[in-house]
Structures are given as structure tokens and as C-alpha cells.
């Protein structure tokens, strides 16, 4: 099949229509099969619990096309996991981690004109979506739920690929409470940290990092990519904390940075201090990828770790040992490329 026309190697990351969508609904307790729909307009009781409650999850995950043409998936069993534990979370009803995995392979399948070319430094980005849709205007959980997924061809999250981004702690905003809901993949989080990304930006950085919200004093996240820092005795240190989301990225670079890369890997809380020790510093997601940090600034003191430089030598392996793998060019050795049938 000919590949749509497009311009490959300069995709944003941002929606472009591709040809279809799939629509599984849970309806008398049971979920149905898949509706395959070409528009990308969806029909919504005003008063679903998604739109008013926020009983909403959602999942990134992306298919690459790989050196020797064949599509794979990146850990979608991962993501299927993640969604269920999403759903339970905020009492929605779970979508079937089988399901899940069979309708990534078949939207992308469908879709196999949209997966940029082997090379292109882009990708197709999968969203799941999990909506409560019951027309309920008390505060209670849906009863019914539509589970759709689309896929939309992306170029890197920060934009430049392995460009390097400034950081500003922030200290007066909270995106998430220890025992509240940042541990899943849940819409809300991101309006909360709406506020602060954009007093980021406007202030000449690429994005925050948040502290813990009680103490004020461990790293959590950066808005939405999970924190590393490498210490100068070459260590990946990464938070520990009960508001940030478990990315699956990052526990693909602990892999790496331990068995491949031979580095101690330490998962604790962080003291926000320590970033004036880090060698090296990144954010990592299924987005960003690996996104270098290029400086921190915390209170009145930047912490700066690449001058001319784009990335430094540990961030540039751990990237490319995990693209390496994604793309077929890096043996595969844990498994975590699922193959797409595509005939
Ligand atoms: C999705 C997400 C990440 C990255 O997770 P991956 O599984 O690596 O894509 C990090 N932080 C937040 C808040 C997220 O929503």
C-alpha cells in the first residue's frame, strides 16, 4: 500500500486525521466488538461522567516501522497493564488488557499508510482513550463506557528531536497529592498542570518540575515526562514517589542503564539539591523519548549541564540503545517489540 502523502521527517507532535478509529462500547455489562468508524467526531451525552467528573483515562504508545520494514509495537502488553490499573483507580470499568492489545495491532493496521518510513525520526502515536458516558448528573461512576482508539503519525514531543531543554522547579503550583490520582494516566493531571507549564513558558523555559506536594523537597516529574539525573559516578538516579506516573519509558531505560550499560540504577525519593551534583540530567516518555535536560533552575540558582553540546555521552547511549531497539537496529533481547501481522 502507498504511504500517505506527508511530510515525514518535519512532523510536530499534534493531531492529523488518518483513515479510521475504532469504538468498542460497554453496555448491560459486557463490551462490544470493534465499530470501525471514519469519522473523528464522536456522539456524547452531555452529561457523560467523562466530561463533568473527569472519569477519564487515557494511553500513548507508539509503532515504528523498523529497519527491516516490519512494524512492531513497544511494549503495548505494558500499556494495556497501565490503562486497567488507570480505569480501577477512578472506578471505571477496566478495558481487557487482550482487547486492548488486539486493538492497537487493528487500528494500526488499518491505518498502515499513516506509519512514517523507517529513518524519518517520526512514528505513529497511538491513543487510547476510556470515557464514562452515562448521562448521570449525580457524582457517580458511568454505567456505560466507550473505549476508542486512534493513531495519529508524530515527529518528537519537544520539537528538534535531541534538543536540549531548561527546566524551572516549580514551587507554587502542585500537579498531583501523594495519595491523590498522579499515579495514573488520568486527564485531569494535565489540566492541573496547565497553569504551570504555561508561567514556564512564559518565563523563557521549556517546562517544569514539580516537587513533592507535601514535603516540597523530593523531585516528582517534569509535566509529562518522568525524571533521570546521572551522578558523577555514573549512576541513574530516578524519583520514587507515590504522584508520579510509572513510565514505562523510564523502567525500559532502568533495563538499560543497568544490564546494558553496566550503571547502578537507584529509584528513590531525590532531594531537589542533588541537582547541583548531576552530571548529566533527562526527561523520558513515550513522547519525549529521551529529551536532554540542558539546565535547572531552582529558586534563584540555574544548575546548567550542557553549554555547545546537545546531549551528554550517558543520555546519547541510553537513547540510542532504546531507539536502536525500537527500530530493529539494537538486538532485542527483552522482548518488548511486538510484532504487527501486516497482511
Ligand atoms: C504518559 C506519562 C509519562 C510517560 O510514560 P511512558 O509510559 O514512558 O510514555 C510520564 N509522565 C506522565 C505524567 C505521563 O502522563
Redesign the pocket.
Known amino acids: 500500500m502507498e504511504k500517505a502523502n506527508l511530510d515525514w521527517t518535519n512532523l510536530e507532535f499534534s493531531y492529523i486525521k488518518t483513515d479510521y478509529h475504532l469504538e468498542y462500547y460497554f453496555k448491560d455489562g459486557k463490551w462490544s466488538e470493534a465499530q470501525i468508524k471514519k469519522s473523528d467526531k464522536i456522539e456524547l451525552h452531555m452529561a457523560a461522567t467523562a466530561l463533568h467528573y473527569g472519569q477519564q483515562c487515557f494511553e ?2 507508539k509503532a515504528f516501522e523498523r529497519a527491516d520494514g516490519k512494524i512492531s509495537i513497544f511494549r503495548v502488553n ?2 494495556a497493564k ?1 490503562m486497567k490499573r488507570s480505569a480501577k483507580k477512578i472506578k471505571m470499568e477496566p478495558f481487557p488488557e487482550d482487547k486492548f492489545i488486539e486493538a492497537v495491532f487493528k487500528v494500526v493496521q488499518l491505518n498502515r499508510r499513516f506509519i512514517p518510513p523507517y529513518g524519518s525520526g517520526a512514528s505513529l502515536y497511538v491513543r487510547p482513550l476510556l470515557l464514562g458516558t452515562s448521562g448521570i448528573v449525580g457524582v457517580k461512576p458511568s454505567y456505560e463506557y466507550l473505549f476508542l482508539i486512534f493513531v495519529t503519525p508524530v515527529g518528537p514531543y519537544f520539537k528538534g528531536g535531541l534538543k536540549p531543554i531548561r527546566l524551572l522547579v516549580e514551587e507554587e503550583i502542585d500537579r498531583a497529592a501523594p495519595l491523590g490520582v498522579g499515579d495514573v ?1 488520568v486527564g485531569g ?2 489540566a492541573a498542570g496547565m497553569r504551570a507549564t504555561i508561567k514556564a513558558k512564559s518565563l523563557g523555559y521549556n517546562e517544569v518540575l514539580y516537587l513533592d506536594a507535601k514535603h516540597k523537597k523530593y523531585i516528582d ?1 517534569s ?4 525524571f533521570f539525573g546521572i551522578t558523577k559516578d555514573n549512576k541513574y538516579v530516578t524519583p520514587a514517589s507515590s504522584s ?7 523502567k525500559s531505560l532502568r533495563v538499560i542503564a543497568e544490564k546494558e550499560l553496566g550503571m547502578t540504577v537507584e529509584q528513590r525519593p531525590v532531594d531537589v539539591q542533588e541537582i547541583f551534583d548531576f552530571e548529566e540530567a533527562g526527561c ?5 523519548v529521551i529529551t536532554p535536560v540542558k539546565s535547572i533552575t531552582y529558586r534563584d540558582r540555574e544548575v546548567v549541564y550542557l553549554k555547545d553540546e546537545d546531549v551528554g555521552p550517558t543520555c546519547k547511549k541510553l537513547y540510542d540503545t532504546l531507539t536502536g531497539i525500537q527500530l530493529g537496529t539494537v538486538e532485542d533481547k527483552y522482548s518488548w517489540n511486538f510484532e504487527v501481522p501486516m497482511d
Open positions: 500513548g504508545l505494558e500499556n497501565r494516566k493531571n494535565y516529574e509535566g509529562p515526562a518522568n508520579i506516573l510509572p513510565s514505562i519509558t523510564n523520558c516518555g513515550t513522547a519525549a
